[in-house]
């Protein structure tokens, strides 16, 4: 089976009652967990981006706390899982400014971690990458905006 474009479905999805529109939100709830999480942002968070925001970074803090630490391979793999997590809670949300607080957040905990990420190439490639996404995003956003992360983005970067 082809799926239809977004435009033929938004065409088709004009004639749906209200109902309907709900029974098709709810079944496709069911099929996917990424489907239930955006459907939850989408009509319990979305109105509250700083609750949301805290939300995913208490979860990160527990994530970080729960990193076996025994050797840098299970620290890759958590450090991995946890920016997955935080990419698709981005997608959510689709703001830019949501993706920098969180990523800047991710990295302010990964510098923070010990054992160090210094002593482990892939990690330290892992911290760079973010900081060059967080600089490419802070671009794109207002300049007040720019500004804040920027200065929080120096201070990650400078002070260790």
């Excluded at 309907?20 to 996917?32: A, E, G, I, M």
């Excluded at 955006?38 to 994530?63: P, V």
């Amino acid at each position: 089976m082809k799926a239809a474009t977004v435009k033929q479905l938004k065409d088709e999805l004009k004639y749906k009652s209200q109902d309907d529109l709900v029974t098709l939100c709810l079944r496709l709830s069911r099929f996917k967990k990424e489907n239930k999480e955006l459907l939850t942002y989408l009509l319990f968070e979305s109105h509250d981006e700083a609750t949301y925001i805290q939300g995913i970074q208490d979860e990160m803090d527990e994530l970080f706390e729960d990193i076996n630490t025994n050797s840098y391979f299970y620290i890759k793999k958590s450090v991995r899982k946890i920016l997955r997590g935080i990419k698709k809670y981005s997608r959510y949300s689709l703001k830019k400014e949501t993706e920098v607080e969180l990523l800047l957040y991710f990295c302010q905990k990964l510098k923070d971690f010990k054992p160090s990420i210094k002593r482990n190439v892939t990690l330290t490639n892992i911290y760079n990458r973010q900081i060059l996404t967080i600089k490419k995003h802070i671009k794109t956003l207002h300049e007040d905006l720019q500004y804040d992360y920027q200065l929080q983005l120096e201070n990650l970067e400078h002070h260790g």
